[in-house]
């Protein structure tokens, strides 16, 4: 994956409030910053294998630009390049036909279908867990929004043949272990969220083909569910008529059965577990970003997103005084119940000093944010946010 870095620099981006604002870096807090193939500046997590954060000032839009959209892979040994001339999605398994179809086949014999949505990381923010825990420190960034097209899983399976009997469909990508004792990233669905009409194989992202480093030339799309079901560089579909039986899917992306956050405590581990699944309802603040100082007296635009699982957000909420009084911001256009849901609040610093905002959001089944929250594999996270605004006085 080395081969895909062209340039590494080290800086901190800030981002920006009212036009008093000035720029401050912390040396403690910089960001390693890589382009690689086909991406603009991004935040290095890892380069063997390629990881890559979304810095934050990509989030003003509705959707995330391909070439800032996050990276996110498990395994070091992925193709440099794939040829459409002799690439082929295979369907095999508990099925009465076999398939292997070409891009060519995908595009002219199913239906074509598109939806907006929210992949993110179920580790996103792990580097905000208090205590802290292993693995990738995401910060916010290991999201992105988009508009994905291609064909239904459905109809694929369809034309396969599922026979009677069926109970889960895997699915893999191109990108194999470095060592045999790594075990392949396979991740799989239930026969009936696989045939839902929604799970979606897509073959462009806004427009245009996937990138490379986003799983080009075809990647699984799980609306609602969290990207670890998103598999890149898809070739492979099995069905089974048992439960499909795997690492990532038995031993690792596992959260405490029953609680819709993944809450649990340090000294209190939970004792049962299951696959992670549904997004949890979040929102998070995306400019003025940390570490930003603004004027007294001046308007401040505070914005963020908030989303969910697919119920759709509903209302955010903004908090000045530890959570004593809320006030509610502006939410803009629905892009669909997958998407994010961007939001503003128009904000004037009364005096100068430090002022702390909390921001909270609610969806359309009345679920919001807790004050904390915290599991040992730092999934799913959504406790309400905090943002620290340094006011100063205009010279």
Not at 291 to 319: H, M, N, R, W
Not at 365 to 388: A, F, L, P, V
Request: hydrophobic letters at 40%; glycine letters at 8%; one cysteine or more.
């Amino acid at each position: 994956m080395r081969r895909f870095i062209l340039q590494l620099t080290a800086c901190l981006i800030i981002g920006s409030c009212n036009s008093g604002e000035k720029k401050q870096a912390s040396k403690s807090s910089q960001d390693e910053l890589v382009r690689a193939e086909r991406k603009k500046e991004m935040i290095l997590l890892t380069d063997r294998p390629l990881n890559l954060e979304t810095p934050l000032r990509y989030f003003l839009y509705d959707f995330t630009p391909n070439d800032e959209f996050f990276v996110r892979w498990h395994l070091s040994n992925m193709p440099a390049q794939v040829g459409l001339d002799t690439f082929r999605l295979r369907i095999s398994g508990h099925v009465k036909n076999p398939l292997s179809l070409s891009m060519n086949d995908l595009k002219a014999k199913f239906k074509s279908v598109s939806v907006n949505a929210l992949a993110t990381c179920a580790g996103n923010a792990r580097s905000f867990c208090d205590p802290r825990v292993p693995g990738g420190q995401w910060k916010n960034g290991g999201m992105g929004n988009a508009k994905w097209t291609g064909v239904a899983l459905k109809d694929v399976l369809a034309m396969a043949g599922i026979k009677q009997g069926a109970k889960s469909v895997s699915f893999n990508g191109m990108d194999a272990p470095p060592l045999p004792s790594v075990p392949d990233f396979v991740k799989s669905l239930s026969i009936e969220h696989a045939t839902d009409g929604e799970v979606m194989i897509a073959y462009e992202m806004n427009g245009e083909p996937l990138p490379l480093l986003n799983g080009f030339p075809l990647k699984l799309v799980v609306p609602g569910w969290y990207a670890t079901y998103w598999v890149g560089m898809l070739n492979e579909i099995k069905v089974y008529e048992d439960t499909f039986k795997g690492f990532w899917m038995d031993k690792a992306y596992l959260v405490p059965k029953g609680i819709a956050n993944g809450n649990e405590k340090p000294d209190s581990l939970a004792k049962t577990m299951t696959p992670i699944s549904h997004l949890d309802i979040r929102s998070i603040f995306v400019s003025p970003e940390p570490g930003s100082t603004v004027v007294a007296d001046l308007p401040c635009t505070l914005q963020g997103l908030a989303f969910d699982g697919g119920y759709g957000i509903t209302k955010v909420e903004l908090s000045s005084d530890s959570g004593a009084t809320w006030s509610q911001a502006l939410l803009d256009f629905d892009l669909g119940k997958y998407s994010w849901r961007r939001w503003k609040y128009t904000w004037k610093p009364p005096s100068t000093g430090i002022f702390t905002f909390m921001v909270r959001a609610t969806n359309a089944k009345g679920e919001t944010q807790r004050q904390h929250q915290w599991n040992r594999s730092g999934y799913m996270r959504n406790e309400i946010e905090s943002m620290q605004i340094k006011v100063e006085k205009s010279k």
